[in-house]
Nanobody, 124 residues
Framework: QVQLVESGGGLVQAGGLLRLSCVAS????????MGWFRQAPGKARAFVST????????IDADSVKGRFTISRDNTKNTMYLQMNSLKAEDTAVYYC?????????????????WGQGTQITVSS
């Protein structure tokens, strides 16, 4: 059974930075693509960033390119999201997710395991 636990959320001023972590249980982490998604109030869950099982390939949403960096450490079963130059529109609950395959994917329905989410609030 896979369990994902996010941490690192909080309140930050616009222009600030945060780093999210996602720790995964189970033996499948190193063979699975991982992703970050976010959901703002009243909006659908949206893709943020994804990383392949090996960590060599990443895809970012246009809205975060150049500001957010996804990474992973397979020796620690942990994925990260470094978020710089935060904007008010980045305010949302951020979720980490694990896919069954090794290639990075951007669709919500291709992820089968989800964390509980962590709130990020950016004040302007």
């Amino acid at each position: 059974q896979v369990q994902l636990v996010e941490s690192g959320g909080g309140l930050v001023q616009a222009g600030g930075l945060l780093r999210l972590s996602c720790v995964a249980s189970g033996r499948t982490f190193s063979s699975s693509a991982m992703g970050w998604f976010r959901q703002a109030p009243g909006k659908a869950r949206a893709f943020v960033s994804t990383i392949s099982a090996s960590g060599r390939t990443t895809i970012d949403a246009d809205s975060v390119k150049g500001r957010f960096t996804i990474s992973r450490d397979n020796t620690k079963n942990t994925m990260y999201l470094q978020m710089n130059s935060l904007k008010a529109e980045d305010t949302a609950v951020y979720y980490c997710a694990q896919s069954d395959g090794g290639l990075p994917v951007t669709r919500v329905d291709l992820y089968h395991y989800w964390g509980q989410g962590t709130q990020i609030t950016v004040s302007s």
